[in-house]
Nanobody
Framework: QVQLVESGGGLVQAGESLRLFCAAS????????MVWFRQAPGKERGFVAA????????HYATSVKGRSTISRNNAKNTVYLQMDSLKPEDSAVYYC?????????????????WGQGTQVTVSS
């Protein structure tokens, strides 16, 4: 299984941008669909964005669509989440996850690997 490590989180003000990184190792990165989830205190972990194996097809949660861009570089075994126009409600721990299949993305129960998470805090 692939191992995942997130980075890029931090404290920003509302309206600013952040770029999250998820570096993969130990597996065939290009064989995985890559997905970002987030979890705020007291809330369930929720789907944010997904990208297919080749980086052509993407899918976003309504809450971030238009403000976020997921991308990947298979040569660098890395997936990115560019987040713009951040809002306080975007504050959460952001996780990347890997799975083989494109179906059933929204459930966090069927993923092969998870990273440890990176904290994003947006102040108003």
């Amino acid at each position: 299984q692939v191992q995942l490590v997130e980075s890029g989180g931090g404290l920003v003000q509302a309206g600013e941008s952040l770029r999250l990184f998820c570096a993969a190792s130990g597996g065939t990165f290009s064989s995985y669909v890559m997905v970002w989830f987030r979890q705020a205190p007291g809330k369930e972990r929720g789907f944010v964005a997904a990208i297919d194996w080749s980086g052509i097809i993407t899918h976003y949660a309504t809450s971030v669509k238009g403000r976020s861009t997921i991308s990947r570089n298979n040569a660098k075994n890395t997936v990115y989440l560019q987040m713009d126009s951040l809002k306080p409600e975007d504050s959460a721990v952001y996780y990347c996850a890997a799975r083989k299949s494109w179906t059933g993305l929204y459930s966090d129960r069927a993923y092969d690997s998870w990273g440890q998470g990176t904290q994003v805090t947006v102040s108003s």
